[in-house]
């Protein structure tokens, strides 16, 4: 009898899997907009170009306040002791793509050799550092999601090397009454290696302290490090997902 019943729900289940077609699962709900993807210094054709090399600074101003004093040339140079900056426009999720580079004549050690940072939202660093043969805790080498995730490798070029970051962040979403809803998240591929691969952050990167989260914006503007050091920047573009 049990065999008989066992038969019965299987043939049933074949039967089902027959008389389904495959059109079934497919989807037409969302066209996917077609988007040009980039070549050499070209951007994909939906991303904001932040910093082309033109000299312009349009989306940028100062991180405290006044004008930016970077070197605006065909690359962007912080100016040690001059504050770090901001884009005029405020992101949230974004895929992001920006182009470094480290003083080729190396200079200090540690945390002081070509330090600078890409803080999403002005609060999460992705640390931009010399880590080629250059030792430092691994959680403030370059790759890390500073004091937070150590990168699964290192990626990096020697000095004076231009080096490339694509990121993808999810910014984190908090409730009415401040509470977090959910974390932000951070994908690095850097040099075309993945270096962070979907990793939660535990909050703003912070010097000192354990991170923790306070509630803030949807969206805030992207900021550039100035750490001292004359770190260059190029073909920075974003992608607001
Ligand atoms: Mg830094």
Same mark, same amino acid.
């Given at each position: 009898?049990?065999?008989?019943? @066992?038969l019965?729900?299987?043939? @049933?289940v074949?039967?089902?899997?027959?008389?389904?077609? =495959?059109?079934?699962?497919?989807?037409?709900?969302?066209?996917?907009?077609?988007? @040009?993807?980039?070549?050499?210094?070209?951007p !994909?054709? +939906?991303?904001?170009?932040?910093?082309?090399?033109?000299?312009?600074?349009?989306?940028?101003?100062?991180?405290?306040?006044?004008?930016?004093?970077?070197i605006?040339?065909? &690359?962007?140079?912080?100016?040690? *002791?001059?504050?770090?900056? *901001?884009?005029?426009?405020? &992101?949230?999720?974004?895929?992001?793509?920006?182009?470094?580079?480290t =003083?080729?004549?190396?200079?200090? +050690?540690?945390?002081?050799?070509?330090?600078?940072?890409?803080?999403?939202?002005?609060?999460y660093?992705?640390?931009?550092?010399?880590? /080629?043969?250059?030792?430092?805790?691994?959680?403030?080498?370059?790759?890390?999601?500073?004091k937070?995730?150590i990168?699964?490798?290192?990626?990096c070029? !020697? =000095?004076?090397?231009?080096?490339? /970051?694509?990121?993808?962040?999810?910014?984190?979403? &908090?409730?009415?009454?401040?509470?977090?809803?959910?974390?932000? /998240?951070? @994908?690095?591929?850097?040099?075309?290696?993945?270096?962070?691969?979907?990793?939660?952050?535990?909050g703003?990167?912070? &010097?000192?302290? *354990?991170?923790?989260? *306070?509630?803030?914006?949807?969206?805030? =503007?992207?900021?550039?490090?100035?750490?001292s050091? !004359?770190?260059?920047?190029?073909?920075?573009?974003?992608?607001?997902?």
């Open positions: 009898m049990k065999k008989i019943i @066992t019965l729900i299987l043939s @049933t074949v039967l089902n899997i027959h008389c389904q077609e =495959p059109e079934e699962t497919e989807s037409w709900s969302r066209i996917p907009a077609v988007v @040009t993807p980039g070549t050499g210094t070209q !994909p054709s +939906d991303a904001i170009m932040l910093y082309g090399g033109t000299g312009d600074l349009d989306n940028w101003v100062a991180e405290k306040k006044g004008a930016v004093k970077w605006a040339e065909e &690359f962007l140079t912080v100016v040690p *002791k001059s504050g770090g900056i *901001k884009t005029k426009k405020s &992101f949230g999720d974004v895929q992001l793509h920006v182009e470094w580079r =003083p080729e004549v190396m200079k200090g +050690d540690g945390q002081g050799r070509g330090n600078s940072g890409i803080f999403l939202m002005g609060k660093e992705l640390q931009v550092l010399d880590s /080629y043969e250059n030792k430092t805790y691994y959680n403030g080498q370059a790759g890390s999601i500073y937070q995730h990168p699964l490798v290192n990626a070029l !020697p =000095p004076g090397t231009w080096q490339a /970051y694509d990121i993808i962040f999810t910014a984190p979403q &908090f409730k009415e009454d401040g509470s977090l809803e959910s974390p932000a /998240y951070m @994908t690095v591929i850097q040099n075309g290696i993945l270096v962070q691969n979907h990793v939660e952050l535990k703003p990167t912070a &010097f000192i302290g *354990k991170p923790k989260y *306070k509630s803030h914006p949807g969206k805030l =503007p992207l900021m550039l490090q100035e750490h050091n !004359p770190v260059s920047y190029r073909n920075i573009w974003v992608r607001e997902l």
